[in-house]
């Protein structure tokens, strides 16, 4: 058995005013093509398919034309992630498995699995421990002990190879896998899985970890969002996984290229402005000791897909601006407090012109009647 693990496709998603459909729509063609010449038998996508529980028309009809093509050829297993409305996801459900796309919004294929030859599926989408408690009758408070109660009452052929398909943070002993800022993050411990709870299947494909990892065991792994979601993925190497099931596990990553990565830019406003044009996802970073004028639109006739503009004020002046000066200010003139404060938000003391500035300023106030 060969098959296909990806994950955490969040079609819909935007970057600020910028449309990810043609992004989204050129990797899953790569992913297509992956499953083609890899003549995989099946193809897992783990969860957090769109990017909202409301999807957008056109992420929807892309979802369409992608299943369509990868299940002309093979079955394609997918789960809800916590993006996602299960319910919504699973519409037609029984309609779409007579034709080689099972979805699972529910507990169904996870205690009754999908067989594909002499290998068992388990189907197992984002949950709470109360939708556990309700459909099972089992006091559940965590999500370790959910998932630990739906796989103790999950169907099992002693003989088959056994795959499991989860949305949900798995963990390793306490060792918490790599994450990026556009995950929810946990809260307490109490979403965390332990790997121990996989213990019998052969391979554990996840979504919801945007970086490509594995995760107490080689068989254990997140195959990672396609595509970077945010600045703290650009060091992604993006990828899906090929895995081959027999008398033992194999596991091939296949890469996949963003049509626009992200990167971060850094120096002075002018400096970047002489740089070679770029059209990826950027970030620029900007040195200058002061705000720039309109700096985001002259950006863009250099990066006409920038995405954010921020200041990397230079720390070591910080270090000159006397805590004593920050004190005291009731007894300052208003000049000495403007320049307290320009003090501690430039970390730099003005200059004279701009002390001139200031000073003309506090006069016009001043005559005001």
């Not at 783990?46 to 093979?74: E, H, N, Q, W």
């Amino acid at each position: 058995m060969r098959f296909l693990h990806l994950a955490d496709l969040h079609l819909g998603k935007r970057h600020d005013a910028v449309e990810l459909g043609a992004d989204q729509r050129d990797v899953l063609e790569q992913i297509t093509d992956v499953a083609d010449r890899e003549r995989v038998d099946a193809v897992l996508i783990c969860g957090d398919v769109y990017d909202r529980s409301v999807p957008p028309a056109d992420a929807v009809a892309l979802l369409d034309s992608f299943l369509t093509t990868l299940a002309a050829k093979r079955p394609v297993l997918l789960i809800a992630g916590n993006h996602d409305s299960a319910q919504r996801l699973s519409f037609a459900g029984t309609l779409l498995e007579k034709q080689n796309v099972y979805m699972a919004g529910d507990l169904r294929h996870a205690l009754a699995p999908l067989t594909l030859g002499d290998t068992d599926f388990y189907l197992l989408p984002y949950l709470h421990p109360a939708q556990v408690k309700e459909q099972l009758g089992v006091d559940v408070h965590t999500m370790d002990e959910a998932v630990r109660a739906v796989l103790t009452q999950a169907a099992c052929h002693p003989d088959h190879h056994k795959v499991l398909l989860a949305h949900l943070f798995a963990t390793a002993s306490g060792h918490l896998p790599e994450r990026s800022d556009s995950e929810i993050s946990p809260v307490g411990g109490l979403d965390d899985v332990d790997v121990s709870a996989f213990d019998g299947f052969d391979y554990v494909a996840l979504g919801h970890i945007h970086g490509p990892q594995r995760i107490g065991r080689d068989t254990i792994r997140y195959a990672g969002s396609p595509l970077p979601y945010s600045f703290s993925e650009a060091h992604h190497h993006k990828s899906v996984a090929v895995v081959d099931i027999g008398d033992t596990v194999q596991v091939r990553l296949c890469p996949l290229r963003p049509l626009h990565a992200m990167k971060e830019v850094r120096g002075r406003l002018e400096e970047l402005l002489q740089a070679h044009p770029c059209e990826d996802f950027v970030h620029a970073v900007l040195t200058d000791e002061t705000p720039q004028l309109n700096a985001k639109a002259r950006l863009e006739n250099v990066y006409p897909n920038i995405l954010r503009v921020t200041y990397a004020l230079p720390p070591a002046r910080v270090h000159n601006i006397p805590l004593a000066a920050l004190t005291g200010a009731e007894k300052k003139d208003d000049l000495t407090l403007f320049a307290d404060f320009f003090a501690e938000k430039c970390r730099r003391p003005m200059d004279e012109a701009e002390q001139q500035v200031i000073v003309q300023m506090l006069n016009a106030g001043r005559e005001q009647p």
